[in-house]
Protein backbone atom coordinates (compact mmCIF):
# COMPACT_ATOMS: atom_id res chain seq x y z
CA UNK A 1 0.00 0.00 0.00
CA UNK A 2 1.24 3.25 -0.61
CA UNK A 3 1.78 6.32 2.13
CA UNK A 4 1.94 9.76 1.90
CA UNK A 5 5.71 11.10 3.70
CA UNK A 6 6.43 14.80 4.26
CA UNK A 7 9.46 16.36 1.81
CA UNK A 8 10.88 17.80 4.87
CA UNK A 9 12.41 14.73 7.31
CA UNK A 10 10.35 11.86 6.26
CA UNK A 11 9.18 11.97 9.97
CA UNK A 12 5.23 11.93 9.33
CA UNK A 13 3.62 9.63 7.52
CA UNK A 14 -0.30 9.39 6.18
CA UNK A 15 -1.21 6.35 5.10
CA UNK A 16 -4.83 4.58 3.92
CA UNK A 17 -5.99 1.86 6.37
CA UNK A 18 -8.71 -0.70 6.14
CA UNK A 19 -10.29 -0.31 9.80
CA UNK A 20 -13.60 -2.13 10.76
CA UNK A 21 -15.05 -2.13 6.81
CA UNK A 22 -13.98 1.45 6.36
CA UNK A 23 -10.94 2.96 4.72
CA UNK A 24 -9.39 5.71 7.26
CA UNK A 25 -6.24 8.44 6.66
CA UNK A 26 -3.73 7.65 9.75
CA UNK A 27 -1.45 10.08 10.54
CA UNK A 28 1.41 8.63 11.90
CA UNK A 29 5.27 10.30 13.28
CA UNK A 30 7.90 8.27 13.47
CA UNK A 31 11.27 8.40 15.39
CA UNK A 32 14.78 7.83 14.00
CA UNK A 33 16.42 4.38 14.95
CA UNK A 34 19.09 6.25 16.94
CA UNK A 35 16.22 7.65 19.09
CA UNK A 36 14.65 4.18 19.67
CA UNK A 37 12.42 4.20 16.64
CA UNK A 38 8.70 3.35 16.54
CA UNK A 39 5.72 5.18 15.94
CA UNK A 40 3.37 7.16 17.42
CA UNK A 41 -0.54 7.12 15.71
CA UNK A 42 -1.44 11.01 15.80
CA UNK A 43 -5.43 10.49 14.78
CA UNK A 44 -7.13 8.78 11.88
CA UNK A 45 -9.73 10.58 10.18
CA UNK A 46 -12.36 9.45 7.08
CA UNK A 47 -11.86 12.31 4.60
CA UNK A 48 -9.60 14.00 3.50
CA UNK A 49 -10.73 17.71 4.63
CA UNK A 50 -10.95 15.78 8.14
CA UNK A 51 -7.20 14.80 7.16
CA UNK A 52 -6.31 18.68 6.29
CA UNK A 53 -7.85 19.36 9.78
CA UNK A 54 -5.92 17.33 11.84
CA UNK A 55 -2.41 17.72 9.62
CA UNK A 56 -3.18 21.76 10.71
CA UNK A 57 -3.69 20.93 14.37
CA UNK A 58 -1.07 18.11 15.05
CA UNK A 59 1.77 19.02 12.60
CA UNK A 60 3.61 21.89 10.97
CA UNK A 61 2.42 20.60 7.26
CA UNK A 62 -0.25 20.72 4.93
CA UNK A 63 -1.95 18.16 2.63
CA UNK A 64 0.60 20.15 -0.39
CA UNK A 65 3.80 19.31 1.94
CA UNK A 66 3.65 15.14 1.36
CA UNK A 67 4.03 13.47 -1.66
CA UNK A 68 3.51 9.91 -2.54
CA UNK A 69 5.37 6.86 -2.10
CA UNK A 70 5.99 3.04 -1.85
CA UNK A 71 6.00 2.25 1.90
CA UNK A 72 9.49 0.60 3.82
Same mark, same amino acid.
Given at each position: ?? #???????? +?? +???? @??? =?? =? /? =? /? &???? =? /??? &?????????? @?????? #??????? &? &???????????? @???
Amino acid at each position: MR #EWVCGCCG +RW +RVSV @ELI =RG =R /Y =R /Y &RLVR =R /YPA &RFGGGKDVLG @EVGTVA #ELDDLLR &R &RTPLTLADLHET @EPA
